[in-house]
């Protein structure tokens, strides 16, 4: 690593000092402790901390301390008067005041253009989440900051197929000018997360950019405002926001950079985001390009359980929509490959999501509700996690509380690639409690957001007819018709097994007096 505070830099590397092009002359123990106060810039550190890394915790007197922070300071051309570079903060250590800058190591930097360090082949997507700055923030908020940082840092661990620095790391560039290059070959993060905290008006405000850094393309940015009395709960609204967003942003950031590359190209990585981005499109076509190239990341790597799941999920699409001829194997490969999903790895959201939804095909969906019960609580905000609840709770002729878990994953990702069938679920939930004209317009709603789903369309024809709209129905038979001219009422309910007999009838009965075959 190279740390540069001019005219100086310290590069750990060769474990020297220069200023310019000349090497400073230092004995290892003042080295030692220059580097120790450098890369620990953004706090004081104490004399008991520069007796335990300097001088390994043997005991040594404060004089001994002394005589090498004077060296330092000599190296630097510094004193104790001007303290242009180590303050002395009395009764609690010194600190390293000099703007740094931090630095690829030089090896890595005088490589080719265009070879990137960060995100290897094969591995995931890799976030730094640096200190949050400050601004016009009373000293008593001075710490939110760091608390912030870290509370995304540990939200951020639970994503299981993204690798994030840990704060010991990234916590160093703490009030420093980083150039992203430096992020990505001093740390390997092909993504930046940054943010600044704010007071303006009697107001705080927290702004977050999401940055890629190979060239600095702004992938995501927020701004955030609430009342400074509510600071805790402004943090906790913030990092549920990060979260999700970068939950959908970052797998678009790598699909888009996946499909630059031919697909036998493609590392195990790069398969998997372009295989969720087609995934949810809701068509034959687009679901099996899906189910290629998430088997490509499988292959590639067999122990992806995320790419599992996700491979369980094109199989519960084929066995739902009536994809594929044969529905027992497809409902059978769903369930293998959800198994296999958690056998890799149990905390894996994605992989308990999967678990929970497989027992919908075999028509108990209560079976499924333990493991995305357990998705939650493993992520919180994962938005996937309540949207299949809502779907286990209406399947179990539940509406209140499927039109509870929806409303949350709508409000977590309104974005989200799933978005027509939480639609379509929160107007299932009003239909099973008679209320088919609100339902009708969610899930025409939905239709129109996803013209190819075939349950959506369906269900929007059943409940426009419940609702007494036979000219809206009438349009979405016709759009049923050149997009599945082999729809039947029976295919749609064995996709769908509501429990409420009474709700499937009805159900049954509309499709048929709108022309759908039973």
């Known amino acids: 690593m190279i740390l540069d505070f001019a005219p100086f830099v310290l590069d750990t590397g060769r474990a020297e000092l220069r200023n310019g092009d000349a090497v400073v002359a230092l004995e290892p123990k ?56 180590i303050r002395t903060l009395h009764g609690m250590g010194h600190r390293f005041v000099a703007p740094v800058r931090i630095k690829a190591a030089a090896a890595v930097a005088r490589q080719p253009a265009g070879i990137a360090t960060a995100d290897a082949p094969g591995g995931p997507p890799t976030m730094a989440v640096l200190p949050f700055g400050a601004a016009g923030l009373p000293e008593t908020f001075a710490p ?44 390997g993060a092909g993504y930046c997360l940054a943010g600044r905290m704010e007071m303006a008006g009697g107001r705080m405000a927290v702004t977050v950019d ?25 943090r906790h609204s913030i ?19 996946a499909r630059t590359r031919a697909v036998e190209a493609l590392d195990a990585w790069g ?15 687009d679901n099996a390009i899906a189910a290629g190239l998430l088997r490509r990341a499988t292959d590639l790597d067999p122990g992806f359980a995320s790419a599992f799941a996700a491979r369980s999920f ?20 769903a369930r293998a490959f959800a198994e296999r999903s958690v056998e890799l790895d149990p ?24 493991w995305l019960e357990r998705s939650v609580a493993l992520s919180p905000s994962h938005a996937k996690g309540h949207y299949s609840t809502s779907f286990v709770q209406a399947m179990s002729g539940r509406p209140g509380e499927a039109r509870v878990a929806v409303d949350l994953a709508v409000g977590l990702s309104p974005l989200d690639p799933l978005m027509p069938s939480m639609l379509m679920m929160r107007g299932i939930s009003f239909g099973i409690d008679g209320d088919f004209e609100t339902a009708a317009r969610w899930n025409v709603r939905a239709s129109r957001m996803a013209p190819s789903h075939f349950g959506g369309l369906m269900l929007t024809v059943a409940m426009c007819t419940l ?22 009422a029976t295919q749609f309910l064995v996709g769908l097994p509501f429990q409420d007999s009474v709700f499937r009838q009805k159900l049954v009965s509309a499709l048929i007096a709108a022309g759908v075959p039973g």
């Open 30 to 85: 003042v080295y030692a402790l220059l580097r120790l106060l450098v890369e620990n810039h953004d706090r004081v550190v104490s004399k008991e901390e520069m007796i335990a890394v300097v001088w390994g915790g043997r005991f040594i007197s404060d004089a001994a301390v002394s005589t090498a922070l004077k060296q330092v300071r000599r190296a630097l051309g510094d004193d104790g008067a001007a303290q242009t570079f």
């Open 144 to 187: 939110h900051g760091d608390a912030l940082s870290a509370e995304i840092i540990s939200a951020l661990s639970r994503l299981r197929w993204l690798r994030v620095i840990a704060r010991e790391s990234s916590f160093r560039y703490r009030g420093a000018e980083v150039d992203l290059p430096g992020i990505r070959t001093v740390l």
């Open 210 to 234: 999401l940055v890629e850094t190979t060239d600095g393309r702004l992938v995501w940015s927020d701004r955030l405002e609430g009342s400074p009395d509510d600071v805790h709960g402004m």
């Open 239 to 257: 990092v549920q926001a990060v979260i999700v967003a970068l939950d959908l942003q970052i797998p678009l950031a790598e699909a888009a950079r």
């Open 271 to 285: 398969a998997y985001h372009l295989g969720l981005s087609h995934m949810y499109r809701f068509n034959a076509r």
């Open 314 to 333: 094109t199989s519960f699409q084929n066995a739902m929509m009536g994809y594929a001829g044969d529905r027992p194997a497809e409902v059978a490969a």
């Open 347 to 370: 905390l894996d959201p994605h992989a308990n999501v999967a678990m929970g939804r497989v027992p919908i095909l075999s028509g108990h969906p209560e079976d499924g509700l333990v």
């Open 467 to 488: 609702s007494g709209q036979n000219e809206v129905a009438a349009h979405w038979i016709q759009v049923l018709r050149e997009r599945r001219p082999d729809a039947t």
